[in-house]
Structure formats: structure tokens, C-alpha cells
């Protein structure tokens, strides 16, 4: 899809400066990265999944994958498709009887529901361009040893080799 370039969960870690967990997504070639700081409950959901662990009961992520499959739908495709103060969105894409409907998600929840329906993770080319320059919390550029700190973990990410995330654990 123009516009939109397929990426993969390449790994998760933690902000060093705000101890928030980061998911990063990669292209299929390894070029460009997308580091998305998410919720706690989000990054267990999303790493349970990459460490296929099975739990006795389903979690809300299995529960939404299992309601759409009940009803006859499937999850076609999720998208982180804008970022705006900060903040990314993100659709899910499920197809029931040759419809596609178009749900407004926060990306963390599309990533985790994806990762479920083995559905593929698209990232809109702006998003990714707009994700290299994120504002600090206090909702200004930043600067000086800041501006310094963000463009050398923005660099450590996107070098990362998977290995080096190890164990994500909550």
C-alpha cells in the first residue's frame, strides 16, 4: 500500500531516561526503525506473545482476537498511521464477508492484537519520519545534552541487534 511500509516487532526495552517501555518496529530490511513508548499492561501483552507463552485463561488481547474470529472476521492488517503531540494511532484492519472495517486503536493494542492474528504491522512513511524527532515530555524541542541524549537512543534502536533486547519481563 503506498504510503505504508510493512514493519515487524523487532524487539522491546526499556527508556532509560523514563523507565517506560519502548516497542521498536523495524522494516523488513533492517533500514528504518520505529520506537513506540507504550503502557506496562501493553508491553506484557505484547511480550507474552513474542515469548509464546500460554496462559490457562485468555488475556483481553486473546479475548478480542477470539470475539473477532467467533464472528466470522479476521484481522487483516493493523497500521500505526499518525502521530500527533507525541501521541501515535493506529487502526485495525478486520475483514468479515468481503468487508473491511477500519477500527481506531492505539497502537500498542493493534501490535499485540497483530501479533496474535499473525496479521501483518504496516507504519505510515510520515509516522516514521516524525518518529526520529519526538518531543520530551514537557512538550518542547529538545535541546542542548537532551537533544543529544534523544538522537543516541533513537540511534541505539534502530542499531539494535535482536539479541541485544533480550528478555522483556513484567
Known amino acids: 500500500m503506498a504510503g505504508y511500509i510493512q514493519m515487524k516487532v523487532h524487539g522491546m526495552t526499556v527508556d532509560p531516561f523514563t523507565n517506560s517501555p519502548i516497542v521498536v518496529l523495524k522494516d523488513l530490511n533492517n533500514e528504518k526503525a520505529v520506537p513506540i513508548w ?9 511480550a507474552m506473545e513474542l515469548e509464546h507463552m500460554n496462559l490457562p ?4 488481547h486473546d479475548l478480542l ?3 473477532i474470529d467467533k464472528m466470522g472476521g479476521k484481522v487483516t492488517r493493523v497500521e500505526v498511521c499518525d502521530i500527533k503531540d507525541n ?3 493506529g487502526l485495525v484492519h478486520i475483514e468479515k464477508d468481503g468487508h473491511v472495517m477500519e477500527i481506531d486503536s492505539r497502537p500498542s ?5 497483530a501479533l496474535r492474528a ?5 507504519v505510515a512513511e510520515h509516522v516514521i519520519e516524525k518518529s526520529r ?9 529538545p535541546a542542548g545534552d537532551e537533544e543529544k541524549k534523544k538522537k543516541e537512543l533513537l ?3 534502530e542499531n539494535m541487534d535482536p539479541d541485544d533486547f533480550g528478555k522483556y519481563k513484567m
Open 38 to 46: 507504550i503502557g506496562l499492561v501493553e508491553a506484557s501483552a505484547i
Open 57 to 60: 485463561r485468555p488475556m483481553t
Open 118 to 122: 499473525e496479521a501483518p504491522i504496516f
Open 133 to 141: 524527532y519526538i518531543k520530551t515530555e514537557e512538550g518542547g524541542e
Open 87 to 89: 501521541t501515535f494511532y
Open 155 to 157: 540511534e541505539m534502536l
Open 65 to 67: 482476537k477470539n470475539v
Open 109 to 113: 493494542d493493534a501490535i499485540a492484537l
